[in-house]
């Protein structure tokens, strides 16, 4: 029996299968994709079909989608959880700049709690570790917004194993996210952490950017269930670990729907075996 429900920091219970929202935004996560109002309405649906975890981040427009968020939600359900991140810094569709400095990421919560119209962030993630900036720096600025009541949980992204172990000993972290999916699982070792310490891990790109449902193990486990191979995708995540806390992320109403509803794919003993063995870095299931 899989658990659909994450406590994510030991406090707020979720939905393991969320809702990411990158692609409300255009080509390189830059400025607007299409009409508002779809995003708005894609936004919506999403709660309504019962998802209780949102993620973005403060570059994702960059800042459109913290506001379309909250023209669409304000004010949120109270079981709503919503994840932004701080700590890049965007100046084209192709330029990502790291400032992990902690005045800036004071700043970048600020901004964003303002943005999203609350007084506090349910998970502030680190969008990536400043490599000039001491570590203990950038989670101590995090651990004073926490103390300050504007972060709730504090999470990081795209991290190994041995940075998240070591970023354990000067915060709580609750939530990770690193690149992982079906095809794509060299971070096991972080995700091993993670189950030990009950950490969340939001996989991001876990359709492998779209490649997984053009991935012929997928299309073959999928046409025997009846189901897309993306649906298959995702519920191999669900499968694979209960931390897993997938956000996959659409403008489309038509794929929100699919999305989702791969939380009621069944994968069997023998489906995940077939599945396992897709990546060069099989790992045994949890």
């Known amino acids: ?59 994702y427009g960059p800042r459109l989608a913290e506001e379309l968020i909250a023209e669409a939600l304000h004010p949120y359900p109270e079981h709503l959880v919503i994840a932004t991140k701080g ?3 965007r100046t084209s569709d192709r330029a990502w700049h790291i400032d992990g400095r902690p005045e800036h990421l004071r700043a970048a919560c600020e901004a964003s709690l303002k ?12 969008h990536r570790l400043d490599p000039g900036i001491p570590p203990t720096e950038q989670l101590g600025a995090l651990g004073e917004l926490r103390a300050e009541g504007k972060i709730r949980h504090i999470g990081l992204d795209t991290v190994t194993a041995e940075q998240l172990a070591e970023a354990l000993t000067s915060a709580p972290v609750a939530a990770m996210q690193n690149r992982y999916h079906l095809r794509d699982r060299v971070s096991e070792p972080l995700l091993t952490l993670c ?22 193990g997928c299309v073959s486990v999928a046409a025997a269930h009846g189901v897309t191979p993306g649906q298959v995708a995702l519920a191999w995540l669900l499968h694979r670990s209960p931390v897993l806390c997938p956000t996959p992320g659409t403008g489309s109403p038509a794929h929100l729907e699919e999305n989702l509803a ?10 995940m075996t ?13």
């Not at 030990?196 to 012929?216: K, Q, V």
């Not at 791969?262 to 489906?271: E, K, Q, S, W």
């Open 1 to 59: 029996m899989i658990d659909h429900i994450f406590p994510l920091g030991g406090d707020l219970r979720v939905r393991r299968l969320g809702y990411g929202t990158a692609q409300l935004t255009g080509p390189g996560y830059w400025g607007p994709r299409g009409d508002p109002a779809d995003a708005v309405a894609v936004l919506r649906r999403a709660v309504e079909r019962g998802v209780t975890l949102i993620d973005t981040a403060d570059n």
């Open 87 to 89: 700590g890049v810094v």
């Open 115 to 126: 943005r999203l119209r609350v007084d506090t962030i349910d998970l502030y993630q680190l």
């Open 195 to 216: 189950e030990e310490r009950g950490i969340a891990f939001l996989p991001w790109f876990p359709l492998g950017n779209g490649a997984l449902t053009r991935d012929p």
């Open 262 to 271: 791969a939380a009621a794919v069944r994968l069997t003993d023998g489906d």
């Open 274 to 286: 077939r599945l396992d063995a897709l990546s060069p870095r099989s790992a045994p299931r949890a």
